[in-house]
T-cell receptor, first 118, second 116 residues
Framework: KAGVTQTPRYLIKTRGQQVTLSCSPISGHRSVSWYQQTPGQGLQFLFEYFSETQRNKGNFPGRFSGRQFSNSRSEMNVSTLELGDSALYLC?????????????????FGPGTRLTVL | AQTVTQSQPEMSVQEAETVTLSCTYDTSESDYYLFWYKQPPSRQMILVIRQEAYKQQNATENRFSVNFQKAAKSFSLKISDSQLGDAAMYFCAYRSARYNNNDMRFGAGTRLTVKP
């Protein structure tokens, strides 16, 4: 079974631009979560999508948005890029079902997209 | 809000020896999961071990085991018979079972070096 894939792997943008990152989850996984990893702030949760709906959102400004398609693939978009948006963006997929049982399910992470904002 | 603290930014262990990584967390909830994730230099995070808060028995996965102290809100990871491939960043993470979501809170991480 193929793992979580993220494209592109590296991206260089300038301040004020916008960027779209893509994540393809493991086949059969309907939950996709996004995380931002920086040396200063560590790993921070951005948002989670399940069945094309945003289920939860972290404490990030509205410039960060996302969506999920019917095939569970997800994209995240950052508009009006700032220098502080430079980070490794990780996507993780998991098998999610209703109820408490799925909370403990393993999240499978992709290799990440390294975004550099100049 | 739940917070996770890893007080050891770096740890070092000799190959074949045992090392323990510390993690404490703060929560008012009683139902949650705790995880240890490993991030090797290639960057892909992988799950090492998980613990359900309601289970008193400490989780074990081959050479990896945890010491879960619920009252003390402590969740340490013990790696036995350390191997060169264990060298990585290790992240402790917390996830509430209350809201059934994937809002996972991570600690700052511990960089583990394994010396041959």
């Amino acid at each position: 079974k193929a793992g979580v894939t993220q494209t592109p792997r590296y991206l260089i943008k300038t301040r004020g631009q916008q960027v779209t990152l893509s994540c393809s989850p493991i086949s059969g996984h309907r939950s996709v979560s996004w995380y931002q990893q920086t040396p200063g702030q560590g790993l921070q949760f951005l948002f989670e999508y399940f069945s094309e709906t945003q289920r939860n959102k972290g404490n990030f400004p509205g410039r960060f948005s996302g969506r999920q398609f019917s095939n569970s693939r997800s994209e995240m978009n950052v508009s009006t890029l700032e220098l502080g948006d430079s980070a490794l963006y990780l996507c993780a997929s998991s098998f999610r079902a209703s109820g408490r049982a799925s909370v403990g399910n393993e999240q499978f992470f992709g290799p990440g997209t390294r975004l550099t904002v100049l | 809000a739940q917070t996770v603290t890893q007080s050891q930014p770096e740890m070092s262990v000799q190959e074949a020896e045992t090392v323990t990584l510390s993690c404490t967390y703060d929560t008012s909830e009683s139902d949650y999961y705790l995880f240890w994730y490993k991030q090797p230099p290639s960057r892909q995070m992988i799950l090492v071990i998980r613990q359900e808060a309601y289970k008193q028995q400490n989780a074990t996965e081959n050479r990896f085991s945890v010491n879960f102290q619920k009252a003390a809100k402590s969740f340490s990871l013990k790696i036995s018979d350390s191997q060169l491939g264990d060298a990585a960043m290790y992240f402790c993470a917390y996830r509430s079972a209350r809201y059934n979501n994937n809002d996972m809170r991570f600690g700052a991480g511990t960089r583990l070096t394994v010396k041959p």
